[in-house]
Structures are given as structure tokens and as C-alpha cells.
């Protein structure tokens, strides 16, 4: 039989921490963006004909799966804050039924 344990305040400080993270990782990542699309601009600093827009075009679609990642991590929020409401329901529910047995 599983053994289950449940830190409800663990679980609040974690999604705490997760959201942090998203504010203020993405707004990096998109400061980031723009200096790197400055620098490969035709008066950035590292401009060649060629290959500065396909650095730029390949560091764009990077930016949005590291955005698209890093906006993943509420789901992974959501997840916990529902184990922990729904793990609480139960223990309430549980006890309701015997004390009223």
C-alpha cells in the first residue's frame, strides 16, 4: 500500500517559486531577444550579409521554445495546486463521513 504524505505549505511554496520563476524569466528572455537582434542588425556590431539573418531567424525560434518551455511551468503549477485542493477535499470528506457514522 503507498505511503502518502502531503505538506500543503511545501506545495504553496513551491507554485510560489514557479510562478516567480515565469515572471521574471520570460521578460529576461525577451530583453535578451532584442539585444541579440540588435547585435546582428546591420549596425549591431556583428552584421554579415548572409549569416546574420539566419543567426537571427534560428535565435528566434530558440527565444520561443525556451519561452514555450519556461511558460509550461504553469501547468506544472496548476497540477500541484490540484493535488493539494483535491488531497484536502478528500481528508475532509473522510473525516465529515466518520464523524457522522
Given at each position: ?15 510560489g517559486?514557479l ?32 549569416t ?15 519561452v ?34
Amino acid at each position: 500500500m503507498p505511503d502518502i504524505e502531503i505538506d500543503y505549505e511545501s506545495i504553496t511554496t513551491l507554485n510560489g517559486i514557479l510562478a516567480k520563476a515565469m515572471s521574471t524569466t520570460v521578460p529576461k528572455l525577451t530583453a535578451l531577444k532584442t539585444t541579440v537582434e540588435n547585435l546582428l542588425g546591420p549596425d549591431g556590431g556583428l552584421w554579415m550579409d548572409q549569416t546574420s539573418p539566419l543567426l537571427k531567424a534560428q535565435y528566434d525560434s530558440f527565444s520561443t521554445q525556451l519561452v514555450t518551455a519556461i511558460d509550461s511551468i504553469s501547468s506544472f503549477q496548476n497540477f500541484f495546486s490540484q493535488i493539494s485542493t483535491q488531497m484536502s477535499d478528500m481528508d475532509s470528506t473522510f473525516a465529515s463521513k466518520l464523524q457522522s457514522s
